[in-house]
DNA sequence: AAATGAAAATCAACTTAGTTGCAAATATCA
DNA sequence: TGATATTTGCAACTAAGTTGATTTTCATTT
């Protein structure tokens, strides 16, 4: 989806060293059109070269928390990964609950359900998740 | 939060036995404010009388099921209930990321969301969720 | 009242996704 | 080069939930 990102650039000006798996965590997310499971990331780089786990799951956390990357608590038990770019501002998403994909939906609304949810409240609220479920396309095609 | 529904009415309706549990689990949620993780339905009906924990969870699920429940995907891997009559319509929530404690929001803006997002997609839209995250009011206060 | 049968609850074992602690391998710097 | 810090790997563990088989409960039928 952003190829239009340089990578090492991006962890360049983070202070973050650009080592090869940490590139290819991107990359594998940079080519997906669709928020990924960590399991998948792992899957896609082991088609390439080997890795344990434990590295993916530390990497994924680390980009996490420095906002490189966004994790989406979309489906139970299961967390989904997608580049936090500029070029990915945060956005709804859409899961299919026959073959469990999730696609990314056009940022728009979010900026009006800002101002509708953080009115009420004495929380302070720092982001908002919108998750559409339903049967994707292909899905509703089949059947 | 909901005392308005009669439980053992409810359950009969849809020719589901009002059990001692199904009506302990349902009597936790309905005494809640907020929705709570089926490790906390667990404790609270411990707390005066013994259960094992594959019973509850096929409870929560046989109601997530047939509608009476609604399992929200707010944390991850962890989910929420809360009841899902008719006092308790859809709604957006609030997660505080210090404390973890899951609020209702007001339904009100749900149906606007359900119109700019249906729309622009092959996809059938069944449902949608809204989750707020931030830090509570109390959270707040302390810190 | 006893026998039958179905639904509900329990138990032990398992699964899945992720985490922890520590050791080995690399990279960086003096 | 050696000393230090960072990254990666391995094995064992955890938390939340699931599975399959067994036992209990409870309403019917005899
Ligand atoms: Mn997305
Ligand atoms: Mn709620
Ligand atoms: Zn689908
Ligand atoms: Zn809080």
Same mark, same amino acid.
């Given at each position: 989806?952003s ?5 090492p650039q991006?962890l +360049?000006?983070?202070g973050v060293?650009?080592?090869?798996l ?6 594998v997310?940079?080519a ?5 499971? +960590? ?6 780089i082991?088609?390439?070269?080997r ?6 799951? #530390?990497?994924l956390?680390?980009?996490?928390r #420095?906002?490189?990357?966004? #994790? ?20 709804p ?5 026959n073959c ?7 940022p728009a609304?979010?900026?009006r359900?800002w ?5 009420p ?5 720092d982001r908002?998740d919108? #998750? ?5 396309h ?5 059947s």
């Amino acid at each position: 989806m952003s190829d239009l990102c340089d990578f090492p650039q991006l962890l +360049a000006g983070l202070g973050v060293k650009p080592t090869a798996l940490r590139l290819a965590v991107l990359e594998v997310l940079g080519a997906s059109s669709k928020a990924l499971r +960590a399991q998948e990331i792992l899957e896609a780089i082991r088609s390439k070269r080997r890795v344990n786990k434990v590295t993916v799951y #530390r990497i994924l956390d680390g980009f996490t928390r #420095r906002g490189i990357l966004r #994790r989406l608590a979309i489906e139970d038990r299961v967390s989904h990964y997608e580049l936090a770019c500029e070029h990915h501002p945060p956005h709804p998403h859409f899961q299919c609950h026959n073959c469990g994909q999730v696609q990314c939906l056009e940022p728009a609304p979010l900026e009006r359900m800002w101002r509708d949810l953080k009115g009420p409240l004495g929380n302070r609220a720092d982001r908002i998740d919108i #998750r559409v479920e339903g049967v994707c396309h292909k899905c509703r095609e089949i059947s």
